[in-house]
């Protein structure tokens, strides 16, 4: 029988360390060491994630290994996130990675982030699994530092076909939320208040951005200078009404991202839809992309919670398609914070 090719995935380009073993495309474990420093601050202090890396990336390699039963020596391969993101965080992970390959003389595979999040949907839970979305299809990626409308034709032939101009989707929510009092990251605690609250108590005039382009910033503004002027006529304002801001404000933001990915739909005719990243874990985005689907006769793919916000498991299942391509990279390879898909 043919050797099984095992990856072992390493994720640091924000504040999640994370180490994913995947064998034959299927997850054995996925470990991930989320940085509670930064909720002080109200958002990631670039500074602080690459030290708390340093210090995570070794025990949360540990562990992915023995939960998944795999010996160093099993591994085929190390894949690891080289960019886009924080450069001091992927410095850690590009690090680690570089010294395990080297070390363990096995091959090295350099993982874009944005890749990796689409890619999450090919990921395994059993060897029998194949619920798994046909090329081409329509992803829309949406997380705190990006929102794209990505045609994927294959494994690694991706157009980004619609982008935002300004803040992310995840962005939008996270500032919303710090407007209101809510500690960071604020998208699922506006999730959270948003089910007990009515969408259609406040509205928010929507951008006119051209094609199948994105902007939140102005919403983000919108929202801010409504909120103080409320204030300023009921100081009680945000306490009183925090369920109804939160559900109109995510309703907004759903709103504006459903408008524009159906025009994508219409223009690329795909029959598979799919949503990835961070604010894809959002019941309300979740149910709407799900509805979409029923009412125009697509098949959607919604990622499980575990694969929307960053995590090793889609680093190492980009590894493996990588792998069976045979790319990898040399020791001279460097993180980038800024690498297109
Ligand atoms: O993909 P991700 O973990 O990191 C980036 O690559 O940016 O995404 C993080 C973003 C944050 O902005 C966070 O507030 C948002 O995803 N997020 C959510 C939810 N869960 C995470 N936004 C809305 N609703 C959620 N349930
Ligand atoms: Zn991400």
Redesign the pocket.
């Known amino acids: 029988m043919d050797k099984k090719v095992t990856i072992l995935g390493i994720e640091s ?2 504040d ?1 360390t994370s180490a994913a073993i995947i064998q034959d495309g299927v997850l054995l474990s996925n470990e991930i060491a989320n940085q509670e420093v930064h909720k002080a601050y109200g958002g990631v202090v670039p500074e602080l994630a690459s030290r708390a890396h340093q210090q995570n990336v070794i025990p949360v390699v540990d562990r992915a290994l023995k939960l998944a039963n795999v010996k160093k020596t099993d591994i085929s391969a190390i894949a690891f996130t080289r960019g886009p993101g924080l450069l001091g965080s992927l410095l850690v992970g590009t690090s680690f990675a570089k010294g395990f390959a080297l070390v363990n003389n096995i091959p090295l595979i350099e993982v874009n ?1 944005l890749q990796a ?1 689409v890619l999450a949907h090919f990921i395994k839970g059993n060897i029998a699994d194949n619920e798994q979305p046909k090329f081409p299809f329509l992803c829309l990626l949406v ?4 929102s794209q409308i990505i045609l994927v034709k294959d494994y690694f032939d991706m157009k980004i076909i619609g982008q935002t101009i300004d803040d ?1 989707a ?2 939008a ?2 500032k919303c939320a710090k407007t209101i009092g809510l500690t960071y ?4 605690l ?2 959270k208040f948003a089910k007990e609250g009515n969408y259609n108590a406040f509205t928010f005039t929507r951008p006119r951005i051209k094609e199948l382009d994105y902007s939140f910033s102005g919403l983000k503004t919108a929202f801010l200078y409504f909120v103080r002027d409320r204030i300023k006529e009921d100081v009680d304002f945000i306490k009183k009404n925090k369920n109804d801001l939160c559900a109109s404000i995510q309703f907004t933001i759903i709103d504006i991202l459903l408008k524009k990915f159906k025009l994508a739909i219409k223009q690329t005719g795909v029959k598979d839809i799919a949503i990835a ?3 894809s ?3 309300g985005l979740r149910a709407a992309i799900t509805e979409l689907a029923k009412e125009e006769n697509l098949n959607a793919f919604i990622p499980e919670f575990k694969y ?3 995590n090793a498991a889609m680093v190492a299942i980009t590894g493996y398609h990588k792998y069976l391509k045979g790319e990898f990279v040399g020791q001279d390879v460097t993180p980038m914070a800024r690498m297109p898909i």
């Open positions: 380009s924000c999640d982030h999040h997380s705190g530092g990006h992310a995840g962005e929510f996270d990251p604020g998208g699922p506006i999730d990243g961070g604010v874990a959002n019941s929307t916000t960053d």
